[in-house]
């Protein structure tokens, strides 16, 4: 088990735990200044299976981290070096994840620094008070697959802006969907009382927080969100800013949690008039860390939301349950059979059909269910 902290001599670097796994009892070497021009000698470290962290000129950086992926591809592609080092697979595999910098906060100490807003919740980190000030590892790698993933804007009709999405959270690219909810709250709208108090639970990059204040305005009071996914709460906060900016909202609402499984960020105390659940659909691949956004094997992450989210509402609160039958029609029998389960009443329910990502099957129906508790 690799520590979560190496020491370079001067301070601690703090290892993000989604990296730990390619750099456990492998050797460190500090690169700077003049050392960046030393391609061949970097290259080699690496290719031997030890991590290079590299402090400096960013220009120079940059030209040293696209000397080792050129290198890294000739190898990839069958080609052996000239020098008689032994192949390893895995070591040239994660070789990118073992050429990294120093962060701190939302920077890479580099000269001139980079910075990223909410770059340590997009290493996969959650922010505590304890790590708020530490230098963190980072590789470039990882760094500028966040910067391109940031760049690239997913059009949301029916709030009429532009998001984004960390690489490994689920992009708000369901059109149908978004404006099926936005229909659903403008039909719930009369009967919502004011001061209404409402949960997004797996709020991925917040496209159903944003629509929910866009629509509700005034009777909304207060919005809390949460993800598993760190990098998710650093989208949706990302996208927060960006609104904030444009006035599109009023982002003083929402209140971002940190993040978690379920409920678990979530203060005991609290009690909701609305939650908003947007589970995994796919039901028959086994959890993973990476899949744990898009898969719930055998239906567990559903069971214990509904296990748990009476203990949160509000006496008269209601759910908001999407769901699809994207793993096939039965899905949602078995769905219903959960909510009968827990003691929830079916008030209502909404659906649209949109075209499936597969060529097995052309078609899948989203359901947007409401939800009462039974008292």
Known sequence: MVSEYYNNSKINIYIPEKFRIYIQERPFKE????MLTQYDRVYRHLYRGGVVLVNGNWEKIKLLYRYIVRKQNDISRGKRSKSNL???????????????LFAQKDTILTEPPQYIPYLFNFVGEIEVESKKDECYYIPLYEFMKIKESLKKQYNVNALNERLISHYTVLPPASQKIYTLFRSVLETLQPSIPHELSVLDMGCGSGVLTFITVFVLKDRLKTIHVTDILPEALGSCKYNIDQLNEKNTINTKKISVLNSGDLFTPVDRKNKYDCILFNPPWTVKSKWSKENKATSDYEFRV???FLRDAATFLSTHGIILLFYSDHSGKDVMDTVEKLIKKYSYIIKSRFQEKIRAKRKSKKWEKCFIIILNKNI
């Open 31 to 34: 690169f700077t200044g003049q």
């Open 86 to 100: 032994r192949f390893d697979s895995d070591q040239v595999n994660h070789l990118l994840y073992r050429f990294a």
């Open 302 to 304: 559903l069971n214990s």
